[in-house]
């Protein structure tokens, strides 16, 4: 199945000081992306197309519909192409009946950005257990080395500058994998969803999630159900990404940049 294009070129008039004139610039590809488990619709998102296998087993995991890769037998597209824009993932539906209904009612209302009320705290205090505060710890120095490390391999964004990204590495520095998305979250979910989907989710609580913007709530919500226990953000968290985190023992930082970033929750991960 070929491969769908990320950025596409468009005519524009690119104007200068003293320059004016008839040119090709390369754009971010947004298209809605159907997930669905089991044949049944359960969310519609607009994504990036590239991944999208790994953003439906992504999706399933920080929405709480499955635990690991194992609970996985399988993702496809449906119809002929990945042009129909439907990816449909098979799982064993026993005792997941309810996180089904609850992750599509969530994401019918809002498939961009997550609903942050008391029913989805009370959720994820229901789902998420709090991190063990001592199970990891990161240098300073190789936290402000990330940034650096994930802008080289954001090559959609060097061509485009339209894409967020999203980077796993683990407690030395070493990255583990980046994936890039017109959304945040959607970024988030592919590369949780490639690890899971090669079976590489044994040492999610020893690993770090960087995100190319904010920290938004749904971010952390993410990280913490796909048990990352460490989220850094170039920009800045919102207040109830804070909350979030420090209510459930993870570390937040952000405004990595340079040779300073500020911890909000969970310093105590932080050496030097």
Do not use: W
Not at 158 to 175: I, P, Q, V
Not at 243 to 256: P, Q, Y
């Amino acid at each position: 199945m070929r491969p769908r294009p990320a950025s596409i070129p468009y005519p524009i008039e690119r104007l200068g000081i003293d320059s004016r004139g008839a040119d090709e610039d390369p754009v971010t590809v947004e298209e809605p992306l159907e997930i669905r488990i089991n044949g049944e619709a359960i969310a519609v998102t607009m994504r990036t197309p590239g991944n999208d296998e790994e953003l439906a087993a992504g999706f399933c995991l920080t929405e709480g519909i499955v635990c690991d890769g194992d609970d996985i037998a399988g993702v496809a597209f449906c119809g002929d192409s990945e042009e129909d824009n439907v990816v449909d993932v098979e799982v064993d539906d026993r005792d997941r009946r309810n996180a089904i209904e609850r992750s599509r009612r969530a994401s019918y209302v809002s498939s961009s950005c997550g609903i942050c009320g008391k029913q989805t705290l009370d959720r994820i205090d229901q789902i998420v257990e709090r991190f063990d505060p001592g199970a990891m710890s990161v240098e300073y120095r190789k936290v402000l080395a990330l940034p650096a490390k994930m802008r080289r391999r954001q090559t959609v964004f060097s061509r485009t500058g339209g894409l967020h990204s999203a980077a796993l590495f683990d407690r030395d520095g070493k990255l583990l994998g980046l994936r890039e998305d017109v959304g945040r979250h959607n970024a988030v979910d592919k590369i949780v969803g490639s690890r899971l989907l090669q079976h590489f989710d044994d040492h999610r609580e020893q690993s770090i999630l960087l995100v190319s913007g904010r920290a938004s709530f749904e971010i952390v919500q993410k990280a913490a159900v796909a048990r990352i226990p460490f989220v850094a953000a170039v920009s800045a968290p919102s207040s109830l990404a804070i909350d979030l985190a420090r209510r459930l023992g993870m570390t937040l930082v952000g405004f990595v940049r340079g040779s300073r970033l500020n911890v909000y929750a969970g310093e105590h991960r932080i050496e030097g």
